[in-house]
């Protein structure tokens, strides 16, 4: 009995002494700017304890020892080491930059890529590098020298600008802001001109390549773009920053931050103006960004974010691509642009667009446990705008001489307007309208994670959300006539419409989506491991109120659902504190787009409710390398895209329509992408990536008999698309940069970059027999330079960025459809932008 009792004392004092021995450390992580850093890693030294900081650049981490020293670094800067003690244990660490480190990983959808951990390929652009960069470039521009990534102005108007991603469209690339998806509910799009000024306030910018770490159910193909914007800033401060820019750009905005305040509130906001001509002909635009996040503190256990950004735009367009003898037989050149002109004297567009959308969103945070902890966010937003046209009789060709001032000059709107007034109570036969394509979006995503051990982490979620559509004509500029005389809505067809009311079509898609995810993570030592699965259910319903009576029940449609789900999982071994490999593997199917289902713009029933869901399987090799003057990665990669949508419409015997579904059209996306930095000296940083595509559609589709249902033979299919390349894309990228300090306030880069094997797009179903492979665009190279000093004024750090882009002044072709003979003389292109600059000022207060 003795000696139990003595054995019980020792078994006491040793679970006394290691549980008095414990010391909770908390913290924060920031960088120069105080901005917080989600996913630093934080370990105390000598041991494999260590914890990931949140989404504000919080940890929490349990200590077996009552001191020690923490190691808390970051990519991208110096790694900084801590002491704590059981007296000192509440700190903030803050991280300078470190240019020699390779810029990778900040937040995917509150899930953390971190390098040398997570089994996926990745870039990231922070604040710094994109405030240096961008100048007057179209947001996306900015990923230009990121392999697999091909990004251009498009038609130039602002914010028009367009990315592929590994050959793959923004259809087929999610785009996350914050976490919060924002591709389009109905087709998957992303329109960067809702989000222009969004580089004002952007903390950081990830791509991640292929599979991606986001843990949502967002299945994308060529992979995912995460957009991490400000939060509060800890202490009190902000900036004017004024910039101008050729073809009359100007832009001016504030920021400021009250820092965390004594009652625990954090406030942060920013807007900005901007304005100009445009440097393509008829692009005039104007622009008003807002931001403003209120942080609320409660306690250790809870906290509340509320943030709020849109951008208010309206820009001139140019929509219709043209020939290349077109372009070179105007006076114009490559800013020619046929959809313009004056009308009594004031600039007119025949194309233009023009959106306001702003994202609302609430984040609560909540520390469950030291092991758990939930993070949920409410959103909403509200579209609203469109994009302008023409409709009634077409007097707007950019080859009728009639209505055209000059050879391939503006349009002749006064004339349009005689000819309008002359026809007096017969009302108008050519008006300008608006495609109006507003929408209300909300949604809830919530994430749950929680440590099982010291080793394995499971990670589960939710993500509902809810989506409205809507769409109608509005009539805009009845240009001189007095009415506008429509037909198309069956409850008024007499209608004798005005400015401000709706023509032609008037029709609602209701989508509703819930998903689900859980993974689990597992990380000891070398090895680090995920696996996740995800499902998710779509829902389609259309409004359609032009073609059917407001009495019909059939105004409104069947509801249809889709589900999708998937699963991934990848490794990542370090073999030392230099080399490193990883792998992923994945298959996902994805749910048809609202227009797979809906095939007919004028029907709630000519659906195709067996529509089948796209099939994709991807999978990747890597392997990095970290030291103290280099870093490089390759990665190799194969997606395979099976069952692309592809649909036949026909007739019935009963005179109904119907629509039969094709299988098997399918492409497959490989390649090899290196990219590295090299960090020659102190003051010398080289930087380079090259991405070598092989894209192409795997196989031909012959003699698909679609039957009717009486089965009579309706039409026999045919694609000819095998070993054809797939366009809109360049295949083979290469960039190289030299950063270097002329002295510790100024900074001079100089950007290369090499775009080739860009092949015109074509839409695969007009292959119907067989032909040549798409037209193949010249490649072209293109050199861009900035400048950044940073200086004091009076008391204020200054700074002014200088910026040329396409240094020697290039023509290329940067987008390109494919022609009827899939050459050079019958592709209608759009010209990439020539010489451009910018300077901007920015003082700190």
Do not use: C
């Amino acid at each position: 009995m003795k000696n139990f009792k003595n054995l019980l004392f020792v078994a006491l004092f040793f679970v006394t002494a290691t549980v008095l021995g414990q010391t909770k450390i908390t913290g924060k992580v920031l960088d120069q700017s105080n901005q917080p850093l989600p996913g630093a890693s934080v370990l105390v030294k000598g041991t494999s304890n260590g914890t990931s900081t949140d989404f504000d650049g919080k940890f929490s981490l349990n200590s077996k020892t009552s001191s020690g020293t923490l190691v808390v670094s970051f990519i991208g800067y110096q790694t900084k080491e801590v002491a704590f003690s059981s007296t000192n244990n509440s700190f903030n660490v803050q991280l300078l930059e470190d240019a020699s480190a390779l810029d990778e990983i900040v937040i995917v959808s509150n899930s953390f890529a971190i390098d040398r951990k997570t089994p996926v390929a990745v870039s990231t652009v922070k604040a710094a590098e994109i405030e240096l960069k961008l100048g007057t470039q179209e947001f996306p521009e900015i990923l230009k020298s990121t392999p697999g990534v091909y990004a251009t102005k498009a038609g130039g108007g602002y914010g028009d600008g367009r990315i592929n991603l590994r050959g793959f469209n923004s259809e087929n690339v999610a785009v996350m802001i914050n976490g919060v998806p924002v591709n389009d509910m109905e087709n998957g799009r992303v329109y960067w001109s809702n989000w222009a000024g969004l580089g004002d306030v952007t903390s950081a910018m990830q791509v991640q390549r292929g599979l991606g770490a986001s843990k949502v159910a967002v299945p994308s193909i060529g992979g995912t773009i995460n957009i991490l914007t400000n939060t509060s800033d800890v202490e009190e401060g902000g900036n004017f920053g004024y910039a101008l820019a050729n073809d009359g750009y100007q832009k001016y905005g504030l920021t400021y931050s009250t820092g965390l305040m004594d009652n625990g509130v954090a406030v942060s906001i920013s807007a900005a103006h901007t304005s100009g001509e445009g440097y393509v002909d008829g692009t005039p635009f104007t622009g008003f960004n807002y931001f403003i996040n209120v942080t609320k503190e409660f306690n250790d256990e809870h906290k509340l974010s509320f943030t709020a950004f849109g951008a208010k735009q309206r820009h001139g367009q140019r929509q219709n691509r043209h020939r290349i003898a077109t372009f070179r037989a105007s006076e114009r050149g490559r800013k020619y642009n046929s959809d313009w002109g004056y009308k009594n004297g004031q600039l007119t567009n025949s194309e233009d667009n023009f959106y306001h959308k702003p994202q609302i969103s609430l984040n609560h945070y909540w520390n469950v446990s030291d092991r758990t902890f939930i993070s949920t966010a409410a959103y909403v937003s509200f579209g609203d705008g469109g994009g302008g046209g023409f409709t009634g009789v077409n007097k707007f060709r950019f080859d009728d001489p009639n209505y055209r001032i000059g050879n391939f000059g503006t349009i002749d709107f006064d004339k349009i307007v005689d000819e309008n007034i002359a026809l007096g109570t017969n009302g108008s036969e050519s008006i300008l309208r608006a495609s109006r394509n507003n929408h209300n979006w909300y949604g809830v995503l919530s994430t749950l994670k929680t440590e099982l051990n010291d080793n394995l982490t499971f990670l589960t979620g939710l993500d509902y959300r809810g989506y409205k559509g809507i769409h109608y004509t509005e009539l805009t500029d009845l240009l001189g006539g007095q009415y506008f005389a429509d037909d198309s809505d069956i409850n008024n067809p007499t209608k004798l419409a005005q400015v401000g009311d709706k023509i032609s079509y008037d029709n609602d898609g209701l989508v509703g989506w819930l998903g689900g995810f859980a993974q689990i993570e597992y990380a000891k030592d070398n090895i680090s491991a995920f696996l996740s699965a995800n499902l998710s259910t779509t829902s389609y319903q259309r409004v359609d109120r032009f073609n059917y009576l407001d009495s019909d029940p059939g105004q409104t449609s069947e509801k249809f659902s889709f589900t999708g789900y998937g699963s991934k999982g990848g490794l990542n071994y370090n073999i030392d504190d230099n080399h490193g490999v990883f792998g992923n593997i994945g298959y996902f199917e994805r749910a048809p787009f609202f227009n797979a289902v809906f095939v007919d713009f004028n029907s709630n029933t000519n659906t195709n409710e067996d529509a089948p869901n796209q099939k994709i399987t991807s999978y990747e090799l890597g392997y990095t390398y970290r030291s103290a003057k280099l870093t490089g990665n390759v990665n190799i990669y194969r997606t395979n895209w099976n069952d692309r949508t592809e649909t036949i419409g026909f007739q019935q015997p009963d005179g109904t329509r119907a629509t039969a579904n094709v299988l098997g059209v399918n492409a497959i996306h490989q390649g090899i992408e290196v990219d590295f930095v090299y960090r020659a000296t102190d003051r010398l940083r080289l930087t380079g990536m090259a991405s070598l595509g092989d894209w192409r559609w795997a196989n031909d589709i012959e003699d698909v008999q679609i039957f009717d249902d009486q089965n009579n033979l309706v039409e026999t299919v045919d694609l000819f698309i095998k070993d054809v390349h797939v366009g809109d894309a360049a295949q083979t990228t290469f960039a190289l940069g030299v950063n270097y300090d002329l002295t510790p306030e100024t900074i001079f880069t100089l950007d290369y970059n090499h775009f080739a094997d860009l092949y015109a797009d074509y839409d695969p179903s007009d292959r119907g027999t067989p032909g040549p492979d798409a037209w193949k665009v010249p490649s072209y190279n293109t050199f861009d330079t900035a400048l950044r000093h940073r200086f004091k004024f009076g008391n204020f750090d200054t700074s002014i960025i200088a910026r040329l882009n396409n240094i020697f002044d290039t023509t290329y072709i940067a987008d390109a459809q494919d022609g009827r003979d899939s050459n050079a003389a019958t592709a209608n292109v759009y010209y990439g932008f020539g010489r451009t600059f910018s300077v901007g000022a920015k003082i700190n207060f």
